[in-house]
Protein backbone atom coordinates (compact mmCIF):
# COMPACT_ATOMS: atom_id res chain seq x y z
CA UNK A 1 0.00 0.00 0.00
CA UNK A 2 1.30 3.40 -1.02
CA UNK A 3 -0.05 7.09 -0.60
CA UNK A 4 0.72 10.63 -0.97
CA UNK A 5 -1.11 12.71 1.31
CA UNK A 6 -1.07 16.43 1.29
CA UNK A 7 -1.37 17.67 4.77
CA UNK A 8 -2.54 21.43 5.31
CA UNK A 9 -1.73 22.43 8.47
CA UNK A 10 -2.97 25.63 8.01
CA UNK A 11 -3.14 28.45 11.14
CA UNK A 12 -3.63 28.23 15.10
CA UNK A 13 -3.42 25.12 16.73
CA UNK A 14 -3.85 23.25 13.01
CA UNK A 15 -0.33 22.54 12.46
CA UNK A 16 -0.25 20.63 16.12
CA UNK A 17 -3.17 18.52 15.81
CA UNK A 18 -1.90 17.67 12.20
CA UNK A 19 1.44 16.49 13.35
CA UNK A 20 -0.36 14.00 15.96
CA UNK A 21 -2.93 13.06 12.84
CA UNK A 22 0.55 12.23 10.65
CA UNK A 23 2.10 10.87 13.73
CA UNK A 24 -0.49 7.82 14.29
CA UNK A 25 -0.83 7.49 10.47
CA UNK A 26 3.04 6.79 10.18
CA UNK A 27 2.15 4.37 13.40
CA UNK A 28 -0.19 2.62 11.29
CA UNK A 29 2.02 2.80 8.17
CA UNK A 30 4.86 1.10 10.36
CA UNK A 31 3.20 -1.73 11.74
CA UNK A 32 1.53 -2.84 8.44
CA UNK A 33 4.30 -2.15 6.00
CA UNK A 34 2.40 0.84 4.17
CA UNK A 35 4.20 3.41 2.60
CA UNK A 36 2.35 6.35 2.98
CA UNK A 37 4.30 9.84 1.55
CA UNK A 38 3.61 13.46 3.42
CA UNK A 39 4.11 16.86 1.34
CA UNK A 40 2.95 19.24 3.74
CA UNK A 41 1.74 22.98 1.89
CA UNK A 42 0.41 25.96 3.33
CA UNK A 43 -2.97 27.34 3.14
CA UNK A 44 -4.86 30.08 5.29
CA UNK A 45 -3.35 32.96 7.10
CA UNK A 46 -0.21 31.90 6.85
CA UNK A 47 -0.34 30.88 3.09
CA UNK A 48 -1.50 34.66 2.74
CA UNK A 49 1.79 35.52 4.93
CA UNK A 50 4.31 33.74 2.63
CA UNK A 51 1.91 33.81 -0.97
CA UNK A 52 -0.16 36.22 -0.79
CA UNK A 53 -2.95 33.88 -1.62
CA UNK A 54 -4.93 31.81 0.88
CA UNK A 55 -4.99 29.19 -0.99
CA UNK A 56 -1.67 29.49 -3.32
CA UNK A 57 -1.72 27.16 -6.99
CA UNK A 58 0.89 25.08 -5.93
CA UNK A 59 -0.97 24.36 -2.66
CA UNK A 60 -4.17 23.36 -4.65
CA UNK A 61 -2.04 21.38 -7.59
CA UNK A 62 -0.41 19.12 -4.73
CA UNK A 63 -3.62 18.78 -3.48
CA UNK A 64 -5.24 17.85 -6.76
CA UNK A 65 -2.43 15.36 -7.45
CA UNK A 66 -2.50 13.69 -4.37
CA UNK A 67 -4.35 10.48 -3.14
CA UNK A 68 -6.15 12.49 -0.16
CA UNK A 69 -5.75 15.56 1.87
CA UNK A 70 -5.43 16.26 5.45
CA UNK A 71 -6.14 19.45 6.91
CA UNK A 72 -5.58 21.28 9.99
CA UNK A 73 -7.30 24.48 10.21
CA UNK A 74 -7.62 28.13 8.98
CA UNK A 75 -8.26 31.56 10.35
CA UNK A 76 -6.76 33.61 12.34
CA UNK A 77 -8.13 37.23 14.61
CA UNK A 78 -5.67 39.26 12.20
CA UNK A 79 -7.97 38.97 9.50
CA UNK A 80 -11.11 39.47 11.20
CA UNK A 81 -11.74 42.58 9.58
CA UNK A 82 -10.53 42.06 6.21
CA UNK A 83 -13.51 41.46 3.29
CA UNK A 84 -14.42 37.59 3.28
CA UNK A 85 -12.87 36.60 -0.08
CA UNK A 86 -9.39 37.79 1.08
CA UNK A 87 -9.51 35.99 4.31
CA UNK A 88 -7.81 32.64 5.01
CA UNK A 89 -11.32 31.00 5.51
CA UNK A 90 -11.49 31.91 1.48
CA UNK A 91 -8.63 29.05 0.83
CA UNK A 92 -10.49 26.28 2.79
CA UNK A 93 -13.99 27.12 0.36
CA UNK A 94 -11.79 27.20 -2.87
CA UNK A 95 -10.49 24.09 -2.07
CA UNK A 96 -13.63 22.19 -0.88
CA UNK A 97 -15.37 23.10 -3.81
CA UNK A 98 -12.21 22.41 -6.40
CA UNK A 99 -11.90 18.92 -4.84
CA UNK A 100 -15.52 18.12 -5.62
CA UNK A 101 -16.36 16.49 -2.27
CA UNK A 102 -20.18 16.63 -2.43
CA UNK A 103 -20.73 14.60 0.85
CA UNK A 104 -19.63 15.79 4.25
CA UNK A 105 -19.32 13.06 6.71
CA UNK A 106 -19.47 14.54 10.40
CA UNK A 107 -19.97 11.49 12.68
CA UNK A 108 -20.86 12.56 16.40
CA UNK A 109 -20.30 9.96 19.12
CA UNK A 110 -20.63 10.21 22.60
CA UNK A 111 -18.13 8.26 24.41
CA UNK A 112 -19.04 6.84 27.54
CA UNK A 113 -15.75 8.08 29.67
CA UNK A 114 -16.42 11.43 28.38
CA UNK A 115 -20.45 11.92 28.40
CA UNK A 116 -20.06 14.03 31.55
CA UNK A 117 -18.67 16.69 29.61
CA UNK A 118 -21.64 16.58 27.59
CA UNK A 119 -24.01 19.48 27.85
CA UNK A 120 -26.76 17.12 27.71
CA UNK A 121 -27.54 15.10 30.62
CA UNK A 122 -25.96 11.88 30.25
CA UNK A 123 -28.50 9.62 30.25
CA UNK A 124 -29.93 11.52 26.64
CA UNK A 125 -25.93 11.75 25.01
CA UNK A 126 -25.11 8.19 26.41
CA UNK A 127 -24.93 5.76 23.45
CA UNK A 128 -25.21 8.22 20.50
CA UNK A 129 -23.96 7.44 17.48
CA UNK A 130 -25.00 9.76 14.95
CA UNK A 131 -22.91 10.00 10.88
CA UNK A 132 -24.02 13.44 9.50
CA UNK A 133 -24.20 13.07 5.86
CA UNK A 134 -24.40 16.84 4.60
CA UNK A 135 -25.01 17.81 0.67
CA UNK A 136 -21.65 19.89 0.33
CA UNK A 137 -21.37 21.70 -2.96
CA UNK A 138 -25.78 22.59 -3.64
CA UNK A 139 -28.46 24.40 -2.37
CA UNK A 140 -28.05 28.41 -0.83
CA UNK A 141 -24.60 28.61 -0.36
CA UNK A 142 -23.98 28.03 -4.37
CA UNK A 143 -27.31 28.67 -6.07
CA UNK A 144 -27.31 31.60 -8.34
CA UNK A 145 -28.93 34.15 -8.46
CA UNK A 146 -27.14 35.65 -5.28
CA UNK A 147 -26.71 39.33 -4.26
CA UNK A 148 -27.40 41.80 -2.08
CA UNK A 149 -28.12 45.59 -3.16
CA UNK A 150 -28.50 46.81 0.50
CA UNK A 151 -32.34 47.00 0.07
CA UNK A 152 -32.48 43.80 -1.13
CA UNK A 153 -30.97 40.61 -0.78
CA UNK A 154 -31.16 37.23 -2.14
CA UNK A 155 -29.82 33.99 -2.14
CA UNK A 156 -31.26 30.84 -4.48
CA UNK A 157 -32.05 27.10 -3.12
CA UNK A 158 -31.65 24.82 -5.61
CA UNK A 159 -30.86 21.25 -6.28
CA UNK A 160 -31.00 18.97 -9.25
CA UNK A 161 -32.34 15.26 -8.90
CA UNK A 162 -28.20 14.43 -9.81
CA UNK A 163 -26.95 16.09 -6.81
CA UNK A 164 -29.32 14.50 -4.65
CA UNK A 165 -29.09 11.12 -5.37
CA UNK A 166 -25.11 10.57 -5.54
CA UNK A 167 -25.43 12.13 -1.80
CA UNK A 168 -28.62 9.92 -0.96
CA UNK A 169 -26.23 6.91 -2.13
CA UNK A 170 -23.46 7.42 -0.21
CA UNK A 171 -26.06 8.02 3.23
CA UNK A 172 -27.41 4.51 2.24
CA UNK A 173 -24.40 2.53 1.76
CA UNK A 174 -23.00 4.46 4.80
CA UNK A 175 -26.10 3.04 6.83
CA UNK A 176 -25.62 -0.26 5.31
CA UNK A 177 -22.84 -0.79 7.30
CA UNK A 178 -23.87 0.91 10.54
CA UNK A 179 -27.29 0.13 12.16
CA UNK A 180 -29.41 0.05 8.62
CA UNK A 181 -31.26 3.14 9.44
CA UNK A 182 -31.43 6.65 6.89
CA UNK A 183 -33.15 9.33 8.64
CA UNK A 184 -33.73 11.96 5.74
CA UNK A 185 -34.11 15.66 6.79
CA UNK A 186 -35.87 18.69 5.22
CA UNK A 187 -38.84 21.28 5.05
CA UNK A 188 -40.89 19.04 2.50
CA UNK A 189 -44.07 20.91 3.84
CA UNK A 190 -42.96 24.11 3.01
CA UNK A 191 -40.14 24.41 0.39
CA UNK A 192 -40.17 22.92 -3.41
CA UNK A 193 -36.09 21.47 -2.68
CA UNK A 194 -37.51 19.66 -0.13
CA UNK A 195 -40.24 18.23 -2.19
CA UNK A 196 -37.62 16.87 -4.79
CA UNK A 197 -35.30 16.08 -2.03
CA UNK A 198 -37.87 13.96 -0.32
CA UNK A 199 -39.10 11.68 -3.97
CA UNK A 200 -34.75 11.60 -5.29
CA UNK A 201 -34.53 10.08 -1.71
CA UNK A 202 -37.90 8.04 -1.44
CA UNK A 203 -36.60 6.40 -5.21
CA UNK A 204 -33.07 5.62 -4.32
CA UNK A 205 -34.15 3.85 -1.05
CA UNK A 206 -35.80 1.32 -3.44
CA UNK A 207 -32.54 0.08 -4.35
CA UNK A 208 -31.48 -0.48 -0.72
CA UNK A 209 -34.50 -2.93 0.57
CA UNK A 210 -32.16 -3.54 3.87
CA UNK A 211 -32.14 0.13 4.75
CA UNK A 212 -34.74 1.87 6.71
CA UNK A 213 -35.73 5.14 5.53
CA UNK A 214 -37.73 7.78 7.48
CA UNK A 215 -38.31 11.41 6.51
CA UNK A 216 -38.36 14.16 9.15
CA UNK A 217 -38.74 18.24 8.84
CA UNK A 218 -35.49 19.79 9.93
CA UNK A 219 -37.48 21.75 12.94
CA UNK A 220 -38.35 17.97 14.08
CA UNK A 221 -35.18 16.98 13.46
CA UNK A 222 -33.48 19.42 15.52
CA UNK A 223 -35.10 18.93 18.71
CA UNK A 224 -35.27 15.34 18.32
CA UNK A 225 -31.34 15.41 18.18
CA UNK A 226 -30.92 16.81 21.62
CA UNK A 227 -33.72 14.96 23.49
CA UNK A 228 -33.33 11.48 22.26
CA UNK A 229 -29.98 10.99 20.04
CA UNK A 230 -30.10 7.30 19.86
CA UNK A 231 -32.75 7.30 17.73
CA UNK A 232 -30.32 8.41 14.60
CA UNK A 233 -28.17 6.45 12.76
CA UNK A 234 -27.55 7.87 9.20
CA UNK A 235 -28.73 11.64 9.35
CA UNK A 236 -28.57 12.93 5.89
CA UNK A 237 -29.61 16.39 4.79
CA UNK A 238 -29.10 19.78 2.26
CA UNK A 239 -26.14 21.78 2.48
CA UNK A 240 -27.44 24.76 5.10
CA UNK A 241 -29.39 21.72 7.62
CA UNK A 242 -26.65 19.99 7.77
CA UNK A 243 -24.29 22.98 8.44
CA UNK A 244 -26.68 23.75 11.42
CA UNK A 245 -27.77 19.81 12.67
CA UNK A 246 -23.83 19.13 12.62
CA UNK A 247 -22.76 21.73 14.72
CA UNK A 248 -26.02 20.63 17.25
CA UNK A 249 -24.78 17.40 17.13
CA UNK A 250 -21.42 18.21 18.39
CA UNK A 251 -23.21 18.88 21.84
CA UNK A 252 -23.60 14.59 21.94
CA UNK A 253 -19.61 14.75 21.96
CA UNK A 254 -19.25 17.48 24.58
CA UNK A 255 -16.32 19.25 22.76
CA UNK A 256 -15.01 20.70 19.35
CA UNK A 257 -11.80 19.13 19.73
CA UNK A 258 -13.24 15.35 19.09
CA UNK A 259 -15.34 16.06 15.99
CA UNK A 260 -13.98 14.79 12.76
CA UNK A 261 -15.10 15.14 8.87
CA UNK A 262 -14.64 13.86 5.71
CA UNK A 263 -15.51 15.80 2.48
CA UNK A 264 -15.53 12.35 -0.40
CA UNK A 265 -17.66 11.66 -3.66
CA UNK A 266 -14.93 13.86 -5.24
CA UNK A 267 -11.33 13.22 -7.75
CA UNK A 268 -9.27 13.39 -3.52
CA UNK A 269 -11.04 13.26 -0.22
CA UNK A 270 -10.55 16.01 2.21
CA UNK A 271 -10.58 15.01 5.81
CA UNK A 272 -10.13 17.89 8.37
CA UNK A 273 -11.27 18.11 12.18
CA UNK A 274 -14.63 20.70 12.55
CA UNK A 275 -12.87 22.62 15.15
CA UNK A 276 -11.53 26.22 13.92
CA UNK A 277 -7.99 27.33 14.70
CA UNK A 278 -8.65 28.07 18.44
CA UNK A 279 -6.70 31.49 18.61
CA UNK A 280 -7.82 31.12 22.12
CA UNK A 281 -5.11 28.13 23.29
CA UNK A 282 -2.57 28.16 20.34
CA UNK A 283 0.74 27.23 21.20
CA UNK A 284 -0.41 26.38 24.79
CA UNK A 285 -0.16 22.51 24.15
CA UNK A 286 -3.35 21.75 25.65
CA UNK A 287 -5.13 21.19 21.77
CA UNK A 288 -7.50 17.94 21.22
CA UNK A 289 -5.79 16.07 18.85
CA UNK A 290 -8.70 13.63 18.60
CA UNK A 291 -10.74 15.43 15.50
CA UNK A 292 -7.73 15.48 13.33
CA UNK A 293 -6.56 11.64 14.54
CA UNK A 294 -10.21 10.73 14.08
CA UNK A 295 -10.09 12.79 10.36
CA UNK A 296 -7.20 9.96 10.08
CA UNK A 297 -8.83 6.95 10.37
CA UNK A 298 -11.60 8.38 7.85
CA UNK A 299 -8.99 8.96 5.87
CA UNK A 300 -8.18 5.09 5.66
CA UNK A 301 -11.44 3.98 5.41
CA UNK A 302 -12.64 6.44 2.61
CA UNK A 303 -9.65 6.99 0.27
CA UNK A 304 -7.50 4.33 1.04
CA UNK A 305 -10.21 0.97 1.95
CA UNK A 306 -8.26 0.33 4.80
CA UNK A 307 -11.67 -0.50 7.09
CA UNK A 308 -9.53 -2.60 10.35
CA UNK A 309 -6.69 0.28 10.37
CA UNK A 310 -9.25 3.14 10.49
CA UNK A 311 -11.33 1.07 13.22
CA UNK A 312 -8.57 0.26 15.10
CA UNK A 313 -7.51 4.25 15.37
CA UNK A 314 -10.68 4.75 16.40
CA UNK A 315 -11.09 1.85 19.15
CA UNK A 316 -7.26 3.58 20.16
CA UNK A 317 -9.20 6.66 20.79
CA UNK A 318 -11.71 4.82 22.98
CA UNK A 319 -9.14 2.65 24.95
CA UNK A 320 -7.18 5.96 25.75
CA UNK A 321 -10.07 7.81 27.05
CA UNK A 322 -11.10 4.70 28.92
CA UNK A 323 -7.95 4.67 30.55
CA UNK A 324 -8.40 8.27 31.46
CA UNK A 325 -5.70 10.00 29.51
CA UNK A 326 -7.34 14.25 29.06
CA UNK A 327 -7.02 17.07 27.08
CA UNK A 328 -8.10 20.14 29.24
CA UNK A 329 -11.66 20.22 27.03
CA UNK A 330 -12.86 16.95 28.60
CA UNK A 331 -11.57 17.23 31.38
CA UNK A 332 -13.79 18.68 33.25
CA UNK A 333 -16.08 16.27 35.24
CA UNK A 334 -14.77 13.20 33.92
CA UNK A 335 -11.64 12.52 36.37
CA UNK A 336 -8.59 11.23 34.56
CA UNK A 337 -5.27 12.82 33.85
CA UNK A 338 -4.77 15.94 31.63
CA UNK A 339 -1.68 15.36 29.20
CA UNK A 340 -0.16 17.23 26.54
CA UNK A 341 -1.24 17.23 22.65
CA UNK A 342 1.91 15.53 22.22
CA UNK A 343 1.79 13.05 24.93
CA UNK A 344 -1.76 12.29 23.83
CA UNK A 345 -0.85 11.48 20.12
CA UNK A 346 1.96 9.10 21.87
CA UNK A 347 -0.68 7.55 24.04
CA UNK A 348 -2.62 7.05 21.06
CA UNK A 349 0.09 5.40 18.51
CA UNK A 350 0.77 3.37 21.77
CA UNK A 351 -2.90 1.78 21.77
CA UNK A 352 -2.75 1.34 17.94
CA UNK A 353 0.34 -0.58 18.02
CA UNK A 354 -1.18 -2.67 21.16
CA UNK A 355 -4.62 -3.59 19.17
CA UNK A 356 -3.13 -4.33 15.91
CA UNK A 357 -0.52 -6.71 18.45
CA UNK A 358 -3.45 -8.52 19.92
CA UNK A 359 -5.67 -8.94 16.85
CA UNK A 360 -2.28 -10.55 14.81
CA UNK A 361 -1.55 -12.83 17.98
CA UNK A 362 -5.31 -13.51 17.98
CA UNK A 363 -5.10 -14.70 13.98
CA UNK A 364 -2.05 -16.54 14.58
CA UNK A 365 -3.45 -18.88 17.33
P1 LIG B 1 -12.79 27.36 17.14
O1 LIG B 1 -13.31 26.03 16.74
O2 LIG B 1 -11.44 27.70 16.66
O3 LIG B 1 -12.80 27.49 18.74
C1 LIG B 1 -14.00 27.49 19.51
C2 LIG B 1 -13.67 27.09 20.97
O4 LIG B 1 -13.36 25.69 21.00
C3 LIG B 1 -12.43 27.79 21.52
O5 LIG B 1 -12.64 28.06 22.88
C4 LIG B 1 -11.33 26.79 21.35
O6 LIG B 1 -10.29 26.92 22.28
C5 LIG B 1 -12.06 25.48 21.50
N1 LIG B 1 -11.43 24.43 20.68
C6 LIG B 1 -11.49 24.30 19.33
N2 LIG B 1 -10.78 23.26 18.93
C7 LIG B 1 -10.26 22.70 20.03
C8 LIG B 1 -9.41 21.58 20.26
N3 LIG B 1 -8.96 20.81 19.25
N4 LIG B 1 -9.06 21.30 21.52
C9 LIG B 1 -9.48 22.03 22.55
N5 LIG B 1 -10.30 23.11 22.40
C10 LIG B 1 -10.67 23.44 21.15
O7 LIG B 1 -13.85 28.42 16.62
P2 LIG B 1 -13.77 30.02 16.66
O8 LIG B 1 -13.08 30.49 17.89
O9 LIG B 1 -15.14 30.47 16.37
O10 LIG B 1 -12.88 30.41 15.39
C11 LIG B 1 -11.48 30.68 15.44
C12 LIG B 1 -10.98 30.83 14.01
O11 LIG B 1 -11.11 29.58 13.32
C13 LIG B 1 -11.78 31.84 13.20
O12 LIG B 1 -10.89 32.56 12.38
C14 LIG B 1 -12.73 30.98 12.37
O13 LIG B 1 -13.11 31.60 11.16
C15 LIG B 1 -11.85 29.77 12.11
N6 LIG B 1 -12.58 28.53 11.84
C16 LIG B 1 -11.99 27.66 10.96
C17 LIG B 1 -12.58 26.43 10.73
C18 LIG B 1 -11.88 25.47 9.82
O14 LIG B 1 -10.70 25.64 9.55
N7 LIG B 1 -12.54 24.42 9.36
C19 LIG B 1 -13.77 26.06 11.38
C20 LIG B 1 -14.32 26.96 12.29
C21 LIG B 1 -13.71 28.20 12.53
Redesign the pocket.
Known amino acids: MRARITTLP?????PE?TAEAVRVLQAVAAIHGYRFEFEEHAI?GVAIKQFGSPLPRATLDACLTSDAVL???????E??RVPPNQ???AG?LLLRSALGGYANLRPAISFSSIAACSPLRTEIAYGADVLIVRELLGGLYFGQPRGNDSTTALNTMRYSVEEIERVARVAFEAARKRRGKVTSVDKANVLETSQLWRQTVTRVSQHYPDVTLEHLYVDACAMHLITNPRRFDVLLTENLFGDILSDEAAVITG???MLASASIGGEVGLY??????????TGTG???????IASAAMMLRHSFHLEQDASDIELAIEHVLEAGYR???IAKGTGGYVITTGEFGEVICEAVTEIADMRHAYHAV
Do not use: F, M
Open positions: GDGIGVGLGAVGSPYDRPELSLGEPVHGSAPDITANPCGATPD
